[in-house]
């Protein structure tokens, strides 16, 4: 079955920076790479998602690099802000398929 | 925030006890899931319904059992648990399951097991 490996477990940056999350995942079947928020004591929600069939996705401050090829898809965040804050979690899923698999979860600081 | 509820939003249960968490979707979906959320662990589901139906038990325990009497409503019921089933138990929904990236998670129960 899939598996998904997320790094790094913490993430700390100065507000106004970059920060980057990566996930691996093993089946070359999957197809389907969504990227979930979790604010402390609250439900995650989806922040963005891409497909196998690109390359790269943006909204605003937030975008997704996936390479399918080495099997990796990544979370880019720029100009931080305190209430970039959270948990994020990447999953993979073959579309249409009956279940997301989570990776471990990045817990990203941002220090004003 | 009123999509997905899930009640109680705590609890505190014996090993010997029996008890059940609720979840409900206002959103009209079809498909309804059941994850754990452990400290330092990835989320892990647990049960998908569709359409009332469970479609997915991935490896669970008889311990926990879960009921779908309608699509608006998923139950989890709990009974003779152990101490490492302390955890943040969320639901959520989606329009079908061969949507399930379009998942609206609740709120979560957070369960202490004594």
């Known amino acids: 079955g899939e598996n998904v490996e997320q790094h790094p477990s913490t993430l700390s940056v100065q507000e106004g920076d970059s920060a980057v999350i990566k996930c691996t995942y093993s089946d070359s079947a999957s197809n389907y790479f969504p990227w979930y928020k979790q604010e402390l004591g609250k439900r995650p929600q989806l922040i963005i998602d891409?497909?196998?069939?690109?390359g790269e996705k943006k909204d605003q401050r937030i975008a997704v690099t996936l390479n399918k090829t080495a099997k990796h898809f990544s979370l880019h965040i720029t100009e931080t802000q305190p209430e970039d804050s959270a948990v994020y979690f990447c999953?993979?899923?073959?579309?249409?398929?009956?279940?997301?698999?989570f990776g471990q979860g990045t817990r990203l600081t941002i220090n004003p | 925030e009123t999509g997905v509820t899930q009640t109680p939003r705590h609890l505190v249960m014996g090993m010997t006890n029996k008890k059940s968490l609720k979840c409900e979707q206002h959103?009209?979906?079809?498909?309804m899931y059941w994850y754990k959320q452990s400290a330092k662990k990835p989320l892990e589901l647990m049960f998908v319904y569709n359409f009332k139906e469970q479609t997915e038990n991935n490896s669970v325990p008889s311990r926990f059992s879960p009921e779908c009497p309608n699509s608006s409503h998923l139950f989890l019921h709990l009974h003779t648990l152990q101490p490492e089933d302390s955890a943040l138990y969320l639901c959520?929904?989606?329009?079908?399951?061969?949507?399930?990236?379009?998942?609206?998670f609740g709120p979560g129960t957070r369960l202490t097991v004594t």
């Open positions: 891409i497909r196998s069939n690109v």
């Open positions: 959520a929904s989606s329009q079908e399951t061969t949507r399930v990236y379009e998942q609206y």
């Open positions: 959103l009209g979906h079809n498909a």
């Open positions: 999953a993979a899923s073959l579309q249409g398929a009956q279940k997301l698999v």
